[in-house]
């Protein structure tokens, strides 16, 4: 999460804080204007009731935006969490060809089988994206990521006494 969101949250909070404290300030004028069995104008009174039921719902929308905002704000840290906690279930490993790939610990393993996963996409989209193949693996969600695991054998020719 960056900065400025966390930003525009506060500022939301502000503004619907605003709109009430305006409210309520509406509400003393409107108390006022029959304080000390005072009998006020009825086009005063209708102004200010107006003027407050506009406030009331311009704070009602405010508060509905801030409480959708922090519910997506606090689904955002729990998504991030999460994939930090299965990130950590991994670790840099190079092949034999030089290539780095994220390797599934054994003691996080949880009874899974162990596998690889592209570092690419977990660190440009925060993905588990597993990898597989044989002596050259590739990206389940990305075809071009390819690492190279084992050299090739070379290309033999086939003969029918092979089998
Ligand atoms: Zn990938």
Redesign the pocket.
């Known amino acids: 999460m960056d900065i400025g969101q966390i930003g525009e949250y506060i500022g939301l909070a502000t503004s619907a804080v605003g709109l009430t404290g305006k409210a309520s300030d509406t509400i003393v004028s409107i108390k006022a204007l029959f304080e000390g069995g005072k009998t006020p104008d009825n086009e005063q009174v209708q102004r200010l009731l107006n003027t407050l039921a506009a406030e009331l719902t311009s704070a009602n929308m405010m508060n509905v935006q801030l409480s959708d905002a922090l519910r997506a704000l606090s689904q955002e840290l729990q998504r991030q969490d999460d994939f930090e906690k299965e990130k950590a279930r991994y670790e840099l490993i190079e092949t034999s060809q030089k290539d780095i790939v994220f390797r599934l610990r054994e003691d996080a393993a949880n009874g899974q089988p162990i596998h690889f996963i ?1 570092p ?2 977990l660190n440009r989209d925060k ?1 588990i ?1 597993f ?1 597989s193949g044989g002596y050259y693996k590739t ?1 389940q ?2 075809g071009k ?1 390819g690492f190279r695991f084992e050299k090739m054998p070379p290309a033999r020719q086939v003969r029918m006494g092979d089998f």
Do not use: E, G, M
Request: charged share 10%; glycine share 0%.
């Open positions: 592209c690419v996409c993905l994206s990898v990206c969600t990305d990521h």
